[in-house]
T-cell receptor, first 112, second 112 residues
Framework: QKEVEQNSGPLSVPEGAIASLNCTYS??????FFWYRQYSGKSPELIMF????GDKEDGRFTAQLNKASQYVSLLIRDSQPSDSATYLC????????????FGGGTRLMVKP | DGGITQSPKYLFRKEGQNVTLSCEQN?????MYWYRQDPGQGLRLIYY???????QKGDIAEGYSVSREKKESFPLTVTSAQKNPTAFYLC???????????FGQGTRLTVV
């Protein structure tokens, strides 16, 4: 079982719609959860992090965490073509030395 | 400007040759990491370091070596023992292990 799993996509949404990206993790002891955006050929950039159950909003982005279900998601409201990228979920994994473990990423395509 | 600098951006290696990728940070971060990314794949951890003069192997350390003689620097050597080194190499740092990591711009290594 992979420690952090994401649907590879591509997830295609029309411009202006809400994009919902999902991530599940296996280590129940995980405390910190991160979302990164990676444009093709570029390095990942941090979008958001969340530590507590519930929602955390930052502009058009909302991270949602449910530790009981071992599930973290990223919602992008009013999606723009410039949001087209691969989104990586990262989780700190206590049973692997408190390292950040990355999912394989979900490719998002926002169509004009 | 604070940040993480990787060099070179592109690197070409001949068969049987060792090459060293540079990573420097001025964020005063304790932890530094090297990841490898293959096309369409997620990030795989090569080596990490929590403190000067200490480092540990990640999931795919074979054929690679590192040093951490200074807090700011964490160079990666790709040795001739690495049979398939063509990939995108990403260096990252974080305040402490398990906290949010920030990435350099990456080095694209190609075997010729």
């Amino acid at each position: 079982q992979k420690e952090v799993e994401q649907n590879s996509g591509p997830l295609s949404v029309p411009e202006g719609a809400i994009a919902s990206l999902n991530c599940t993790y296996s280590d129940r002891g995980s405390q910190s959860f991160f979302w990164y955006r990676q444009y093709s050929g570029k390095s990942p950039e941090l979008i958001m992090f969340i530590y507590s159950n519930g929602d955390k909003e930052d502009g058009r982005f909302t991270a949602q965490l449910n530790k009981a279900s071992q599930y973290v998601s990223l919602l992008i409201r009013d999606s723009q073509p410039s949001d087209s990228a691969t989104y990586l979920c990262a989780v700190n994994t206590w049973n692997a030395g408190n390292m950040l473990t990355f999912g394989g990423g979900t490719r998002l395509m926002v169509k004009p | 400007d604070g940040g993480i600098t990787q060099s070179p951006k592109y690197l070409f290696r001949k068969e049987g040759q060792n090459v060293t990728l540079s990573c420097e940070q001025n964020l005063n971060h304790d932890a530094m990491y090297w990841y490898r990314q293959d096309p369409g794949q997620g990030l795989r951890l090569i080596y990490y370091s929590q403190i000067v003069n200490d480092f540990q192997k990640g999931d795919i350390a074979e054929g690679y070596s590192v040093s951490r003689e200074k807090k700011e620097s964490f160079p990666l050597t790709v040795t001739s023992a690495q049979k398939n080194p063509t990939a995108f190499y990403l260096c990252a740092s974080s305040m402490k292990q398990g906290t949010e990591a920030f990435f350099g711009q990456g080095t694209r290594l190609t075997v010729v």
